[in-house]
Antibody, heavy 119, light 110 residues
């Protein structure tokens, strides 16, 4: 079955860029039925949708993060990635990569990776 | 785009039923029949429990049901079991190809 795995640095300095990659295994990221997204969760707080990338390569972002976020895809590696610029302590969270069913709901989640923003 | 409003906590006794509300606006919950619900146990990734308003994925107990009235969606869990104790999140399509989550509700099974 399809599985998602996040990878990337667990510690990022303030004002720098957070970069994470999600590797999709057990299925093709190019499948037209699904979109690929990033969601984050600060410790003890709720979930926040960051954005998604479509099989076509086009993207949609949370308006509150749009100016700092870029999501990209590498179909040859079956991976998609997140870049979040100018990070602050408020960006400290568990970051999940996820699969969306036509952008309506998330039907598959990665295990999540903790990213801490600290000097 | 503001987070959907959920009660911070709810509780119920074993075997009883509880309902968790999720209030949005006429730009998200009220406009689209695209509310989903997720269960999250501590230290784990969320799990899809309900999608498209009231549909249960394969493998999810029929003790979980959902509905919507106006700008408020609701998740009902009947016959509470100990393993239902978890955090629950609602999520809605919010237009412009975006999703918005609720703040989460901690369910305690007494």
């Amino acid at each position: 079955q399809v599985q998602l795995q996040e990878s990337g640095p667990g510690l990022v300095k303030p004002s720098q860029t957070l970069s994470l990659t999600c590797t999709v295994s057990g299925g093709s990221i190019s499948s037209g039925s699904y979109y690929w997204s990033w969601i984050r969760q600060p410790a003890g707080k709720g979930l926040e949708w960051i954005g998604r990338i479509y099989p076509s390569g086009s993207t949609s972002y949370n308006p509150s993060l749009k100016s700092r976020v870029t999501i990209s895809v590498d179909t040859s590696k079956n991976q998609f990635s997140l870049k979040l610029t100018s990070v602050t302590a408020a960006d400290t969270a568990v970051y999940y990569c996820a699969r969306e069913h036509y952008g309506d709901y998330v039907d598959l989640w990665g295990r999540g990776t903790l990213v801490t923003v600290s000097s | 785009q503001s987070a959907l409003t959920q009660p911070a906590s709810v509780s119920g006794s074993l075997g009883q039923s509880i309902t968790i509300s999720c209030t949005g606006t006429n730009s998200d919950v009220g406009r689209y029949n695209l509310v989903s619900w997720y269960q999250q146990h501590p230290g784990k990734a969320p799990k899809l429990m309900i999608h498209e308003g009231s549909k249960r994925p394969s493998g999810v107990s029929n003790r979980f049901s959902a509905s919507k009235s106006g700008n408020t969606a609701s998740l009902t869990i009947s016959g509470l079991q100990a393993e239902d104790e978890a955090d629950y999140y609602c999520c809605s399509y919010a237009g412009s190809s975006t999703l918005v989550f609720g703040g989460g509700t901690k369910l305690t099974v007494l």
